[in-house]
């Protein structure tokens, strides 16, 4: 799975010439899949393929060229914007769709001039969610998020004892997974005041963003059957951004003893494009523990997983506000992080969670958790960045902030760039807060 072939070559070129400007996020070594229509057409959604700052409208292409029957079988779903017919495919059916698509879009491939005309401006696409998510897991895995999050929660017992064995998670709500680009309202929740003796109800006042990377399912596994560490990888489809909204009032109060509930699942957020882990093989980084931490339990290691279960994907947090985008202030960006500096690995997090028999399915969304760095400027959300409220940040306009305010606008945006690989992006996953309902 993680081994590089002729879809990855520097060199290669597109004959959509964005594709080659050094710059794009998705040249065509990238190839990203997601859902979109023309905007305003209200034509039935199909999958899309970025290209440079296009998109490679599949339903077109189905009835352009004529592929071999193979493909055609994965397509077909495709033109009907099913992505998850796609996920549950084996890797080397997926496999043999990318080198396909990379092979047409190359520079010089004689079948340019009818796919030119499959071709959509990613500025007139409308995107949304980019597959059926059946169910939402979120783990834990930024170690520097969880010590930095526990301290201020239990200032003399940060870490929990179970932290560096299992890797811990909850489980979400699919349902209010949104689209990147579609607003969502303040929230209402139960919360008690410092020093208070009773709680009270109103618009939360400590909503924060969580910087995450989104782990989309690709086959499924059958009930009461474990996914091993040797297999896991094959059960990832791709990756995408992932802003998991939280109200950290409404978390304080109510997350013990059963862990978040409505703090959690009003709103998260999700890029339009899924980056496939085969896009991903030339930035696999070897997964490493720190001397005097336990290994991992047999179950969740291999020597696979050591050589390169990791990867390196910088991540950045960027806010605009109201009043910055008034000015014409453009947005500030507040950390930067790398997915390197995870607890855990995809496959651990696949293995982990099919332990016991729990039974993933094609499309499932599973979340890193916050990733934030060792460094306290790269923490992943702003209850970290502003130390739980105590140290506001101050923006380009003059304001400052502990926590969002309405009108705030949070871009995440994530590269992969590696000596010898051409840089590939994963685009934006952006939204604004409104205001809470009266
Ligand atoms: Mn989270």
Same mark, same amino acid.
């Given at each position: 799975?993680? @081994?590089?072939?002729?879809?990855?070559?520097?060199?290669?070129?597109?004959?959509?010439?964005?594709?080659?400007?050094?710059?794009?996020?998705?040249?065509?070594?990238?190839?990203?899949?997601?859902?979109?229509?023309?905007?305003?057409?209200?034509?039935?959604?199909?999958?899309? $393929?970025?290209?440079?700052?296009?998109?490679?409208?599949?339903?077109?292409?189905?009835?352009?060229?004529?592929?071999?029957?193979?493909?055609?079988?994965? @397509?077909?779903?495709?033109?009907?914007?099913?992505?998850?017919?796609?996920?549950?495919?084996?890797?080397?059916?997926?496999?043999?769709?990318?080198?396909?698509?990379?092979?047409?879009?190359?520079?010089?491939?004689?079948?340019?001039?009818?796919?030119?005309?499959?071709? $959509?401006?990613?500025?007139?696409?409308?995107?949304?969610?980019?597959?059926?998510?059946? +169910?939402?897991?979120?783990?834990?895995?930024?170690?520097?998020?969880?010590?930095?999050?526990?301290?201020?929660?239990?200032?003399?017992?940060?870490? @929990?004892?179970?932290?560096?064995?299992?890797?811990?998670?909850?489980?979400?709500?699919?349902?209010?997974?949104?689209?990147?680009?579609?607003?969502?309202?303040?929230?209402?929740?139960?919360?008690?005041?410092?020093?208070?003796? *009773?709680?009270?109800?109103?618009?939360?006042?400590?909503?924060?963003?969580?910087?995450?990377?989104?782990?989309?399912?690709?086959?499924?596994?059958?009930?009461?059957?474990?996914?091993?560490?040797?297999?896991?990888?094959?059960?990832?489809?791709? @990756?995408?951004?992932?802003?998991?909204?939280?109200?950290? +009032?409404?978390?304080?109060? *109510?997350?013990?003893?059963?862990?978040?509930?409505?703090?959690?699942?009003?709103?998260?957020?999700?890029?339009?494009?899924?980056?496939?882990?085969?896009?991903?093989?030339?930035?696999?980084?070897?997964?490493?523990?720190?001397?005097?931490?336990?290994?991992?339990?047999?179950?969740?290691?291999?020597?696979?997983?050591?050589?390169?279960?990791?990867?390196?994907?910088?991540? *950045?947090?960027?806010?605009?506000?109201?009043?910055?985008?008034?000015?014409?202030?453009?947005?500030?960006?507040?950390?930067?992080?790398?997915?390197? +500096?995870?607890?855990?690995?995809?496959?651990?997090?696949?293995?982990?969670?099919?332990?016991?028999?729990?039974?993933?399915?094609?499309?499932?969304?599973?979340?890193?958790?916050?990733?934030?760095?060792?460094?306290?400027?790269?923490?992943?959300?702003?209850?970290?960045?502003?130390?739980?409220?105590?140290?506001?940040?101050?923006?380009?306009?003059?304001?400052?902030?502990?926590?969002?305010?309405?009108?705030?606008?949070?871009?995440?945006?994530?590269?992969?760039?590696?000596?010898?690989?051409?840089?590939?992006?994963?685009?934006?996953?952006?939204?604004?807060?409104?205001?809470?309902?009266?």
């Amino acid at each position: 799975m993680s @081994l590089t072939d002729a879809t990855h070559d520097p060199a290669l070129q597109s004959w959509v010439a964005s594709a080659n400007t050094a710059d794009t996020d998705f040249p065509i070594q990238n190839l990203p899949y997601g859902r979109f229509r023309v905007r305003g057409s209200g034509e039935p959604w199909r999958i899309g $393929v970025a290209i440079g700052d296009q998109v490679l409208d599949l339903r077109l292409a189905l009835d352009a060229l004529a592929w071999p029957a193979e493909l055609m079988a994965l @397509l077909q779903p495709l033109a009907q914007g099913d992505l998850n017919a796609l996920m549950a495919r084996p890797p080397a059916e997926r496999h043999g769709l990318r080198a396909a698509l990379s092979q047409a879009l190359s520079a010089g491939d004689d079948r340019a001039p009818e796919l030119a005309g499959c071709l $959509v401006p990613q500025a007139n696409a409308e995107l949304t969610l980019p597959c059926r998510i059946g +169910d939402y897991t979120d783990f834990y895995t930024g170690i520097h998020h969880a010590t930095t999050v526990g301290k201020l929660f239990r200032p003399d017992n940060p870490l @929990l004892p179970n932290y560096k064995w299992v890797p811990i998670g909850y489980h979400g709500r699919a349902s209010s997974i949104i689209p990147s680009g579609q607003g969502f309202r303040r929230p209402i929740g139960q919360t008690l005041a410092p020093g208070a003796s *009773e709680p009270t109800v109103g618009p939360v006042r400590r909503l924060d963003y969580e910087l995450e990377l989104a782990i989309f399912v690709a086959q499924a596994n059958a009930l009461g059957e474990p996914v091993t560490m040797a297999e896991a990888e094959a059960h990832v489809f791709g @990756l995408g951004l992932f802003n998991d909204w939280s109200a950290r +009032d409404v978390q304080a109060w *109510e997350y013990q003893p059963l862990g978040p509930f409505l703090s959690k699942s009003f709103a998260s957020t999700v890029s339009p494009w899924i980056v496939t882990l085969e896009a991903l093989a030339p930035f696999r980084a070897a997964f490493e523990r720190p001397a005097g931490d336990p290994q991992p339990l047999p179950y969740l290691d291999s020597v696979a997983n050591r050589a390169q279960g990791a990867i390196d994907i910088q991540l *950045e947090v960027w806010l605009q506000s109201a009043a910055m985008r008034a000015q014409g202030l453009a947005p500030q960006r507040l950390s930067r992080s790398n997915f390197r +500096d995870a607890y855990w690995t995809l496959a651990q997090l696949v293995a982990h969670h099919t332990m016991n028999g729990c039974n993933l399915q094609s499309g499932d969304l599973l979340g890193t958790g916050t990733l934030s760095g060792p460094q306290p400027d790269q923490a992943g959300s702003l209850l970290e960045l502003t130390a739980g409220g105590k140290q506001p940040i101050t923006l380009a306009s003059g304001e400052t902030r502990t926590f969002l305010e309405d009108g705030d606008t949070v871009t995440l945006r994530a590269v992969c760039e590696r000596p010898g690989a051409r840089r590939i992006g994963f685009g934006a996953c952006s939204a604004t807060v409104q205001q809470a309902m009266a």
